[in-house]
């Protein structure tokens, strides 16, 4: 495949946002995340109202982003894919409550992919302004006021999993993104 223009999201791409989110629950509240089952991309239309504060709380402590956990395969993905002669990105969308998220998603790009990515972060909050082949995202709608240049491949995950007709990556699977690298 000729070099491509590659956007990467990074939560739920790269870093595994729903492990950190279960992590920190426990950690602050001393029980499990209490989530019957995945269904929704939203963790909050997952879970009773009643928590859905101590949900933004957790979102916007200090150190939540920063303690994200890689997700499985992730970060080798993304080295593979610029090492493969693609321009890779990570473009991701800040929290409304950015005051820890921006800087913590830097200093995790940095301490899972090393300093030579922070170059490569590009902050939107909305994605369809931002030039690219294809981006890789676990949201199953991504809107905006623009008409997308780049094509959307899913993410896989359990909560988007209703999204058909989309190219669906899994990096655990090489043969969902293998074409990537020929
Ligand atoms: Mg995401």
Same mark, same amino acid.
């Given at each position: 495949?000729?070099?491509?223009? @590659?956007?990467?999201?990074? &939560?739920?791409?790269?870093?595994d ?12 509240? $001393? ?5 019957p089952e ?7 239309? &997952? ?5 859905? *504060?101590?949900?933004? $709380?957790?979102?916007?402590?200090? /150190?939540?982003?920063?303690? %994200? #956990? #890689?997700?499985?395969? /992730? ?9 493969? /002669? ?8 800040? @929290?409304? =409550? ?8 830097? =200093? ?6 090393? &300093? ?9 909050? &909305?994605?369809?302004w +931002?030039r690219? =082949? @294809?981006? +890789? =995202? ?6 905006? !006021?623009?008409?997308?240049?780049? $094509?959307?491949? @899913?993410?896989d *995950? #359990? ?14 699977? #090489?043969?969902?993104? !293998?074409?990537? %690298? *020929?």
């Amino acid at each position: 495949m000729a070099a491509k223009l @590659i956007l990467l999201d990074q &939560d739920g791409v790269l870093a595994d946002f729903e492990q950190g989110v279960r992590q920190r629950w426990q950690l602050t509240y $001393q029980q499990p995340l209490p989530l019957p089952e995945r269904r929704h991309f939203y963790l909050r239309e &997952d879970m009773a109202p009643q928590y859905h *504060q101590q949900l933004t $709380q957790i979102y916007s402590s200090k /150190g939540f982003f920063a303690s %994200l #956990p #890689p997700m499985n395969q /992730g970060i080798q993905a993304a080295r593979r894919l610029l090492e493969a /002669g693609h321009d890779v990105r990570i473009c991701t969308s800040p @929290i409304d =409550d950015y005051h820890y998220c921006v800087s913590e998603k830097f =200093d995790w790009v940095a301490r899972y992919l090393g &300093d030579e990515w922070l170059n490569r972060i590009i902050l939107a909050k &909305d994605k369809t302004w +931002i030039r690219g =082949d @294809i981006l +890789i =995202d676990d949201k199953p709608m991504i809107s905006g !006021s623009l008409k997308p240049q780049w $094509q959307h491949w @899913i993410c896989d *995950q #359990p909560y988007n999993r209703n999204a058909t007709n989309i190219h669906r990556v899994n990096w655990q699977k #090489p043969e969902s993104w !293998s074409e990537l %690298l *020929q």
